[in-house]
Structures are given as structure tokens and as C-alpha cells.
């Protein structure tokens, strides 16, 4: 089996045993971060069964003399000019004098080393050890242990690189395999229609002029600082790579498609002309740019390498060496480490991969690029999930990665022979993008650029559909007919994954339908920290959808600060959600709002946010999906304090801000906060917060509407505090309520001003309007202990009157439409929830308190579980869930 490993540390976990004795259902994380922002930690070690028969070994960089803990990839020369002179070794053995099946490496300059091997089951010990370049003085790791269960003796396991360089080494087009598969490549698309009108647009883009080193758009600086003037010239040049490599790539595309030299020689006209544009000139300078024409240039010469003169020839090596170089020298014992460096991944790592592949016969530092980006490849792919099919960053820059993976699982597979769409992570991504973004249905309104999808946008439907030539999956086919229907128009034209059908398409492939009412209601994605939970999943657009956040991820990269917040949707349309606009990755709007816990439906304590960075975590312990009861409970514990991560406390001193209590982050004492979630139906979302800290702090539940207007007016000294939302989609009410009296505020107000100075645009290329949005925060009393019940109402008609039944000290009955609630608001007793509807025949409980149901008294198996019971028939569907870890923590703990 090819499975990335898992990017983790050794934590300390309270509590944890397998279910059925587990001592308590509730697991404590101890650990300041689950993934850090850069490795510190070997992997794997202490005895930790892998989840597969060849892992990858990483451990932390050194410079020689230390571990490197903080450090970032890109353009600028490192600080420590030793980190790019370090040499590794690794040793490998079954038993720990490393003399029984040993395993050495070769000298390597990057801190992975992924086995293409399979270990026999049982134990198995490792090390690396280090030196500067040049020097015979190693220092050696302690050694480590880890098992290798017999389950995955049979598993298939990726080809040593040696290998991998020796089937690159053939002659040209060695690129898609086109020395092995171009005459078939050429007589299979000779009728395709797809081919024939790509064809057509190919003979049209001969007659543009030849591109000049100029901005593609022009943006007014006065007034603006040297930081916001370097960014804004960036903006005005970013995309110039692909507007003069992309012809060049197509025009290769169109003469193996056809033969026809005329596409050959326009290609070699236009790449010429990039040859001549300076490196260092603005147009093609930065990662972007100079990628993208690198990869133009790679294209070319694989291509066309028997119609170069050597003179020719020489000239495209100088260029494409002295580019690759560039990007080249600043990732061995750097990229490799970082929990994703978004740049790399998104684009440079696939440029330097076409180009490296396309001169490895030639240039000589083109064996060491590829065989480095194979061994990160296999070790770490993919970067921001483990297994379940999810991404980190939210679904409006998942699609950034498109792309890369797309293309880079079809040229590592080419030389490889492995199907990395076979992967557990890709063969999930389907029901990941049909559970969070729905066919004519918001997503689920949290990270960077969320506001640019307000439904499936073009680039989600073709990577969708991209996705269907490699993975047969009926839902994922179902998904992209459905898209096909509504919007055709997505797939008239020229795109991204043109060559990519072509290279697998399969005319007398029957692609397999089903409806998605075969799928639960519900489903968690822990590795990313998502459940998505819907009322009718393939007709999100006309019902309720809602979603909980807390990942082990924290707020890194295009992450944010939003653990254990909410998102509902209503008919296709954000209700409430994340808040604020994408203007830069980190100016005052974005670190002091858009990133931050301030813009979305979650606790701040005393005003404060959760960390922005790794160690600003959360998780999902547990989820359940119900015919009419959809449960998940987020645990954000971890989520609060100062900011810890040099990388983060740098973009605030580069805009001249101190994340500081003034600023909205600091320390809050928070110690635990549990967000249990329930969708019910009839058009109820139930909230319950349990929250503690290690000092008495006002908390503040928060509800943010992107698109609607909040009304609502406090009430002095209440309990219960309520507001409605005006939408033109139904009737949409909030109620709050809590043991002590509450606060509460509306506004139209951002904490930090939302200016485009940077000109950002929507995905139509139109300047986005910075519009104010909706917020409500309901405070309490300074407390340590605290509960919040919040119920919302979401219906066509007109929503229920909440009646209360009794309090009797904190212990709350409630009851809204048939729905009963029966909850513990006192802090300082312990947590207990639970909803019944006794026509519909369907209770969840959690807590203390006695079950009842149908007329019989029911015990959990675990004190503390949660638990739901639904009548199916004449049967009582039981489900009874505990506290389970994510992938990152469940294989690499002590």
C-alpha cells in the first residue's frame, strides 16, 4: 500500500484505551500542536504500529549542530547558509545492533527517507545520522522502534528511485509517457470531438502576438507603504507566467494530437521569445511566474528535442538549468519539513518535476531534482490530509492544489508504475467534495478566498470530473452529472485537464450512477476536522446543511483560527459563517479579523481569539449520523493562548501590529471547550458549550451572517438572550440561553477595516466590493465554569415559541415544536444534554441523566458517551460513540 505518513508527534493522552476499556469516553490532548509548522520530531518511534508495511522515516533538520525549529522556504537565502550543507544517512534493521536485515541509505541531503520496500512484520529500529559536507564526524539519532503489523505483509509498495531514474532515462518525449504511448496517443483522438475543437482554439492562438515583458494589470500605489507596494506589483505581474507558458504547453499538446509541425514550430517561436525574457526582471522573477515558464520550457524541449539544433538545445538547458536552480536550492532540508509549504505544493513542485523529467538525460543536477521530489512525493503526499479525502485550508483554496494533483499522480504514476489515485486520500476526496460542497450549494464558509465559491464554481466541477477518469466512484459520477446539468456550460471550452482526459479516456468505460440518498446524512473528515451534516444531501439546495470545524491542522497556512465553528446553509445559501474578505494573506484586516476567531461562530474569552498558527488546534471526538438526529462534538481545548509560531509573529511585525490583548489575542486561560452539535429534524440546529478556564473570563458565543441582516435587542439581565436573522429564504431565529444573565450586541461592523487596497477580484475577474456584514455576540458574566444552549431555528413557515418546562438549579427543560431539551446551564455541575421526540422516536443523550425510550430505561456503555436512539421500523437503532483521535494522533503517541 502507497500511504503518505502521517506528519505527528509523540502526545500525551489522558484517558485513552480501546472501546470496551476505555477507563473514561472522554480523551485529553496535552500536546501545544498535533502537526508542527516545521518537523521537530522523529517518526516513527515508540514502538508505534504503522499503518502500512514500507513507512516513510522522518525526523527534524539540523544545521549541524542544532535541530532547526523555525524556517522558511522560497526565493530569499536562508539565514543559515549550513542548512543547505547538511548530509544524512539512515540505518534500518530488525534488531537494535542493526545487524539483522539492515537497511543503510546512501548520503541524501533532505530529512525524509521513504522505504520502497516492504518490512517483514514485527519489530523494527532505525536512525540518522548527520554531517556538514565534506566532513567524515557523524552524529547519530537515539534509535527509534516502531512495529509492522502482518496485516499489510501483501501490500504493494512504490519502486526504489534508482528505478524510477533508470525508466526516465529513455529518449525523448519521455513527458506523459509519450515515447512508450504516443503513436496510440495520436491515432485514439484522431475522431474525438474534445481533441478536434481543442485542436481548432490551438489554430487560432498562432495568430496572437508574441507576449511582451509587461503588467497585466495596473494598480495605483500612491499612498501605499513599501510592504503593500511590493505585493501590489507582485499582484500586477501574477499570472504573466501562465499567459506565456500556457500557449506554449497547448501548441505541444496540439502537434502530438496531430503531427502537424506548424503547432511544433509556433511552440518553439513563442518559446524562444521566453528564453529571452530576463529571470530577474519583474515579469518572471517570483515562484509563480518563473514556474510556470519553466515548466513552459520543459514542455518545449521534451517535445521537440529532434527538431533542436545543439546550439539550440544548449541555450534552453542554460535557461531551464539556471531556473530550476532556483527553485531547486532552497528546498532539500528545508521543504521536506514543513507542514506544507502552499507555494511548492500549489505550483513549483509540478513545474520542477515537468522540467527535471524532460532534461534528465541532459542536464546533470536533473537526476538529484527529481529523485528529491520523489522521495518527498512518496513521504509526504498529500500535504493537508491524511486519509479521509479532506483538505485543511477550507474548499476555496483546496482548488489551488487541483491542479498539482492532478498532474503530479499522473506523472509520478508514468514512471513509476504505482496508481496514486488509488491512494485512501484520493479515493475519498469524492465524498469529501459531495459532503461539503453540495451540487448548487454553498460550501462550508471557512479559510482563505471561502466567498469566491458561493456555489460549485468551474474549477471544483472539472476537477471533479477529472477525478472520474482514474476513480470510479458512483456517487463522484453522480456528482458531476448532476453539475453537467446545471451548469454545461463548465465544460465547453479549453481547461486545465484537457490532456489529462485525453491521456485516459476510455471510450467503452460504463460509468456506474447512484443517487446519494444510498449515502449517510452525515460524515466526519477527522483528519481535517470537518463533520458535514445535511438534512437532504442531494437536494442541499433545498434544505438544511450544517457543518462543524475543529482541526488538528490549527490555523495554518490558508487555515483559520475557527475551531469549533459552525456554518449553517439554508437552500444553497451561507446563513451564518465565516465573515470578512480575502484582500492578502496578512495584512491588518486579515490577522486582526478575516483569520481570526472574531469572524467566525465560535467562543472568544475576555474578548480574545485563539491562536493563529499549529499550535491553535482542535479535533473531532466524535460524530454521529441519524435518520433524523445528526450529532458531532468539536473539542477546541487546545485552541487558546498566545501566539507561539515565529513564522505568524513575523507577519505581524512586517505590518507593524503586536498581537497583543489590545489586538484581540493573548492569553485567556481557556482549558476546555467542548462543542457538541446537533442538526434535528424539522429545521433545528442545538448547540451546547462546555467551557472552563483556569480563571473566571466573560465568554462570548458569536454569530456571524456574510450575507443577511441580524436583528435583535439585548435584554437586561436576562437568561435567554434572542435574535432573528432577515433573509428572503425562510424564518431564521436564535436563542441563547445560559444560567447567568447575558449581553448581548449587534452590529454591522468589522473589529478591523475591510479595504481592497490590493485590488483582489472574484473569480469573474471583477473587483470585489468589500461590503459591511452581520455579527451578534452574546456575553457572560465573568465566570470559570460556563454553559451556553443555543437552539436555531431554520424554516419556510414560522418557527416555534420555545416553551420552558422547568429549571430546577441549572438543569433546564425545554421544548421547542415536538422536540424536548433537557440540559445542565450550571458550570459548575457536570454536562448533560438531551433532546427526545417522542413522535418521532428518536432521543440523543449525553450526560448524566436517565434514558427512557420506547419504554424501556437505557445504561451507556461508558459514562460519558454519547448516544443516539432512533425507532427503524419496529427495530431501535442504537448508536453509542466515545472519544476517537484523529489519524495524526492515533498512529504516533506514546
Known sequence: MIKKTIFALSLSIIGLCAFGQQQSATIKLTEEKLHGRVREWPYPVNGVTVPTNAPALLWPATN????????????????????????????????KNFKTNLISSGLQSWAVYPLHQALKPGKWYWKYGYALKGSNQWTWSPIYDFVVDSKNAGEKVSPP????????????????????IGEDFYRNNLENPEAKKFIAFCEKSMLEPLPVEKPRRIIDTVGKNALEKKIIVERMYHGFGDMVGTPVHNLVIAYQLTKDKRFILDAKRRALNILKMDPNGLATRDDFTSGAVLEALGWFYDAAYDLLSSEEKEEFKKVITFRAKRIYNHLPNRFELHVSDNHVWQFTLRNLAIASIATVNEIPEAKEWLTYMYEVWSARFPVLGTT?????????????????????????????????????????????????????????????????????????????????????NPYLNWYVDEIKKTNPTYFNGTDDYLLFRLLNANPNKKSIITSLDQLPKSRKFGDVGVVAMHEDLEHANKSLSSYLFSSPFGSSGHGHASQNAFTINYKGKVLFGGTGYYSNFSDKHNLLYYRSSKAYNTILADSLNQKIGEEGYGWIPRAISGQRI???????????????????????????????????YGDSGVTLYRRHMLQLEGGYIVLYDELEANKAVKWTTQFHCPYYTIEGENSANAKEQNFIVKTDLGNVNASVFANSPLKMAVHNKFYEAAVNWNKVTNDEGEIKDFKDQWHAGITSEAKQKFRFLTIIQVKDGKTEIIKTISNNNGLAHL????????????????????????????????GNLPIQFEGKAYTPK??????????????????????ELPDVAKYDRD
Do not use: C
Open 64 to 95: 549541524g549542530k542544532n535541530m532547526v525549529k523555525s524556517m522558511e522556504t522560497g526565493s530569499e537565502v536562508p539565514e543559515d547558509p549550513n542548512i543547505g550543507n547538511v548530509r544524512y544517512k539512515v540505518m534500518l534493521a530488525s534488531d
Open 161 to 180: 528511485v534508482s528505478e524510477v531514474i533508470k525508466r526516465n532515462e529513455g529518449p525523448h518525449p519521455r513527458l506523459w509517457n509519450m515515447t512508450q
Open 388 to 472: 479521509d479525502g479532506g483538505w485543511h485550508e477550507g474548499n476555496g483554496y483546496f482548488r489551488v492544489n487541483f491542479k498539482s494533483n492532478i498532474y503530479l499522480s499522473q506523472l509520478f504514476g508514468d514512471f513509476t508504475g504505482v496508481d496514486y489515485f488509488k491512494l485512501p486520500w484520493m479515493q475519498n476526496t469524492p465524498l469529501y467534495m459531495v459532503y461539503t460542497h453540495p451540487v448548487n450549494s454553498a460550501s462550508t464558509a471557512i479559510g482563505d478566498m471561502w466567498e469566491n465559491i458561493p456555489t460549485v464554481v468551474k474549477g471544483e466541477a472539472i476537477y471533479a470530473d477529472a477525478l472520474t477518469y482514474r476513480i470510479d
Open 630 to 664: 445528526q450529532y458531532a462534538l468539536g473539542d477546541a481545548s487546545n485552541a487558546y493562548g498566545e501566539i507561539k509560531s515565529d513564522f505568524w509573529l513575523d507577519r505581524f511585525k512586517q505590518i507593524n501590529v503586536i498581537p497583543n490583548k489590545a489586538n484581540g
Open 815 to 846: 421544548q421547542v415544536g415536538n422536540w424536548e431539551i433537557k440540559v445542565q446551564l450550571d458550570g459548575e455541575k457536570p454536562a448533560a444534554l438531551q433532546v427526545d421526540d417522542k413522535a418521532a422516536k428518536s432521543l440523543f443523550s449525553y
Open 862 to 883: 461508558i459514562i460519558g458517551s454519547s448516544i443516539v436512539l432512533e425507532m427503524n421500523g419496529t427495530k431501535v437503532n442504537k448508536q453509542e460513540v466515545i472519544d
